[in-house]
């Protein structure tokens, strides 16, 4: 991953310096949303970054909050509770659940990844940030208690990172960890233009080589799966400046 980082860091940084990449640019977040975003958010993405100690970290969460900036994080928010149990599947170094955590201080967050070393830098970040109300866990989410129900739970780009042949087991898995009332949202990659797909893959494959599978799922068939499981599904896209072709699946039981 390091040389992925390596690779792709001078392009967004670049991008970052002269003003085409900016963290309050996108689409329109509803105002009513807008109007109650906690105060504790504002700031706390470079403080998030900072708490990591490893230079490359840094590096990727930089990155990442560019691609995923605050402004898309606001567009996710208006789907999560304020208050109640909230499952982040993927977490990977804990950026977005330290996010979502800190800014809701009534929310339980819970973020689940296989990498034990992502996780334990996750841990160290939480308590350097002194946000208690986060815990990460590596735990395979498809392998998730039914006994542990969760308000919201939420994925950012792992989906197109998962075989294909194992995305129906993994939905069902976690609709069985969510609560009758609660919501999953799925933020991905279609594959609709064209070039903003190929634009994606080619930075997908710098941040994790040419052996991890990567498909991005057609809207319809991934809503058709969703159906299937048991969701009821609503998408809209995320506008972005740069060409990634964003998409958000907001689905219920």
Known sequence: ???????????FMYLSTIGYIDLSVGGAVP???AARVPALEDGLLPRIIASYKSPIVRTYCRIRFLIIRQRFLKEVGQY???KG????????????GLYFA????ERRLTGCDLNARRIAMARLAARNLGIRNVRFNCADAAALSP???????????????????AVPDFLRSIRGSLAPSGVLIIKDVDRRPAYKRW???LLDRLMVGLTEPIYYWPEEELRAVLREVGFQVVTHRMIDIL??????YVCRP
């Open 1 to 11: 991953m390091a040389a992925g980082l390596v690779c792709t860091a001078p392009l």
């Open 80 to 82: 999560l509770p304020e």
């Open 31 to 33: 105002a009513a949303y």
């Open 85 to 96: 149990n909230i499952l982040d599947v993927g977490c990977g170094f804990g950026l977005f």
């Open 102 to 105: 800190g800014g809701s201080p």
């Open 147 to 165: 006994q542990e129900q969760f308000d919201a739970i939420y994925t950012l780009d792992l989906i197109h990172h998962l075989p294909r042949t």
């Open 199 to 201: 634009f994606t893959l």
């Open 243 to 248: 060409p990634y072709p964003h998409i958000l």
